[in-house]
């Protein structure tokens, strides 16, 4: 990557991005030290204007940002980096420093933890030993699920029918897993059918 430090005396603008929701947390500057250090440690470091020395994100809170992703822009000097959040991203609290607290992505959230607890086989995790059951007994829960759907949009339960729904989505998720597919892939689809 060849980003031009040089139009910023030596500073670029960096847009912090969550890499499920694409929810946009924070932005920060970084110099070339900063820069190679994120490279180097897969988490965000920036140029403190205010400290006026590196600051990585997380260094006194624990909420650090892992790199997932580093894309520049047409004109190499702004960085966009899509990344983990290991807690809130605001010094205040909130997942944005923008204040836009969103529900958008949390499918991509709920998709990462059913991931999390198939990855590191987490004994305790029901989700884990659905999948542990194999792909017979996933595709059933979600029939089954689906089923119960169908039957709950006959009638006029609200709740029924949205808790429905949520179980529906949330097994076809472990579906989506054990298959080894994600919720993109499907995206992608639909997308193509679009034209």
């Known amino acids: ?33 900063a820069f190679n250090r994120t490279k180097a440690e897969n988490r965000v470091t920036f140029f403190s204007r205010s400290k006026n020395r590196l600051w990585t994100k997380g260094e006194e809170s624990g909420n650090f940002l892992t790199v997932k992703d580093i894309q520049i822009d047409c004109d190499n000097d702004t960085i966009l980096i899509k990344v ?23 499918v991509y959230d709920l998709q990462q933890t059913i991931n999390d607890r198939i990855d590191f086989d987490d004994k305790n995790s029901y989700t884990n030993k659905l999948y542990k059951s194999g792909i017979n007994k996933v595709a059933q829960k979600v029939g ?26 949330y097994h076809y998720l472990i579906l989506l897993k054990a298959k080894g597919y994600a919720m993109e892939d499907v995206e992608a689809v639909l997308q193509n059918r679009q034209t």
């Not at 689906?146 to 529906?168: G, R, S, T, W, Y």
């Open 84 to 106: 983990e959040s290991n807690g809130p991203t605001c010094h205040t609290g909130s997942t944005s420093c923008f204040k836009e607290e969103t529900s958008k992505g949390f």
């Open 144 to 169: 089954e699920e689906a089923v119960e759907l169908v039957i709950e949009a006959k009638d006029d339960n609200a709740d029924l029918f949205k808790n429905e729904a949520a179980d529906l989505l």
């Open 1 to 33: 990557m060849d980003i031009d430090f040089t139009k910023g005396d030596g500073l670029v603008p960096v847009i912090i991005q969550n890499n499920n929701t694409l929810q946009v947390l924070m932005l920060g500057y970084m110099n070339q030290e």
